[in-house]
């Protein structure tokens, strides 16, 4: 009985190790495309870098029809296709042609989006048939107005700056809010002036918070 039950179980297991292999290989994507914009803010009519990675298992692209390429359209929405996005093409790149083994190529250069706003970097590998291979339109990229980038990192630091004095300021009321309950006489007196200057200065702080951050909601928006 004991031995049944172990070829039972050892069954079992072995049957759970094919599905979960099964389900893994199902989630590998034989042919990938990802598409990365490293500036994390985009000035309108200024180039700007963007990277392009490709990876197929070996095998993948035997049936393309030379050459690939990389296509990528700047776009509020991709479409299914290259030719079925809006708009103008923000790169395009040929790739070497791909080997018996697995395939990997890192391609980059500057695209340029047009106005300010929201865009999704539209990217699709094709061959020269334009049959697609892979898609991304994860990569997301915020625009801004021309020279808006600057005033937006600035009015970013003025608000780091604000934060980090207010910060600095509720520290110190805390410790002299200890050092009251302690004292007596002339010098709890002291303390206590000392603590409301302190808290007027803090609300300026505070005030001057709320400034630094409607004036990033406003430039970065």
Known sequence: ??????????????????????????????????????????SAGTPFKLEVAV??????????????????????????????????????QTLPAPGAGPYKQLVSGKATAASPGTDVVCAFLEDATERQ?????EEEITVLAAGAVKQCSAASKQLTTAKKKLKRLELRIKKVKKQVKKAHGAHRKALVRKLHKLQAHERKAMKRRKAAARKVAGVCA
């Open 1 to 42: 009985m004991r031995r049944s039950a172990a070829v039972v179980l050892g069954s079992a297991c072995a049957a759970l190790l094919i599905v979960a292999a099964t389900a893994g290989a199902a989630l590998l994507e034989p042919v990938t495309i990802t598409a990365t914009a490293p500036e994390p803010q985009i």
């Open 55 to 92: 990876e197929a298992e070996a095998g993948a692209l035997a049936i393309a029809v030379q050459p690939l390429r990389v296509r990528v359209k700047l776009a509020p929405e991709c479409g299914g296709s290259f030719a079925g996005t809006a708009g103008p093409a923000a790169l395009e």
């Open 133 to 137: 291979f892979a898609t991304d339109t």
